[in-house]
């Protein structure tokens, strides 16, 4: 089965051909990253006038390096939400035209199901059911997968996302954008014991998290250092700041999986890249006897390779959606 997937939700155009919800033909990615640097965010007019000048460039490229026309594809996916509005419907108004106009089936993915199965790309498929930590510059959230194509909510942030978090922070110790990488390098280096920053929730059984607290600490930390005059200790910094974020991610994922009876662990999004979580969830994975998936890298971010598998494993589970089908900005997951 051969889906076509489309992405446009923030400030990446993506098109991609998926064969059977894991092997991927093709995964164009058009950033927009340069044209909104200059504004320290994404600005969504711009966003989705950006969206329409790329699409079928982005379009006609995927399908040309997969070796497939448009109608030879069996299904069309998108996503239709959480994100920009405008950006949304670039990408959805495409999709349905594509899906009308060769008579093929839509499938509305949720972009943080996308996330989660670009887990499925191009490896091994994890085994069900399996838990999986969401985290990224804009979403933090912990999902369980029972294996029938549903994605549901435990829990996630009630403020900052894991990745907003290390860009706030990262932009207190005046180190570029963006930030996470950086610390994540930093960190290496420093001693993840010399501040003990808070660990926001970690108490409570619950599978909600809070980061805004954390950035405070570190904030009023580097105002004191700064007053005291002395040079500031970056690298201890970042290794005690990401060592708060860390030991609760980890915590709360792992008492998910064995809570829920996890055969896998799964992370996705862009703060998934970070050395020392993976390190961390693999070492907590294998003491529960659980292997961990990462994305490889160039799935971690925004693509359409990931909306396309998504879409395959929930047309599988028996979702068609019609011309009807809306953009919706927010867009909760479903609960447990
Ligand atoms: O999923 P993503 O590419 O895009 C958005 O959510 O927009 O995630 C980007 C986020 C940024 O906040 C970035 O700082 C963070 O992922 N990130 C990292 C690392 N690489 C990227 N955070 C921690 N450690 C990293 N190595
Ligand atoms: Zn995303």
Known sequence: MLCLGIESSCDETSAAVVADGHRVL?????????LHRRYGGVVPELASR????????VLEEALQEAGVEAAGVDLVAVTRGPGLLGS????LVAAKTLAYVYGKPLVGVHHLAGHVYANFLDGAAPPWPAVCLIVSGGHTELVFLPGDGHVLRLGGTRDD????????????????????PQIDRLAREGDPTAFAFPRAMLADRSYDF???????AVALE????RQA????????????FQQAVI??????????ASRCGAAAVLLAGGVAANSALRRRLAEDAAALGLPLHVPAAEYCTDNAAMIAAAGTYAFRAGQVDDLELEAAARLPLERL
Do not use: I
């Open 222 to 225: 580097v105002e004191r250092l």
């Open 26 to 34: 093709s995964n164009v990615v058009a950033s927009q990253r340069d």
């Open 88 to 91: 949304l419907l670039v990408g």
């Open 247 to 256: 030991d609760v991610l980890a915590a709360k994922t792992l008492d998910a």
């Open 50 to 57: 950006r969206h329409l000048e790329s699409f079928l460039p």
């Open 161 to 180: 996302a894991a990745g907003e978090a290390f860009d706030k922070v990262a932009r207190l110790l005046d180190l570029p954008y963006p930030g996470g």
């Open 229 to 240: 005059g002395a040079p500031l200790p970056v690298a201890d910094l970042c290794a005690s």
């Open 210 to 216: 809070s980061f805004s607290g954390l950035k405070t």
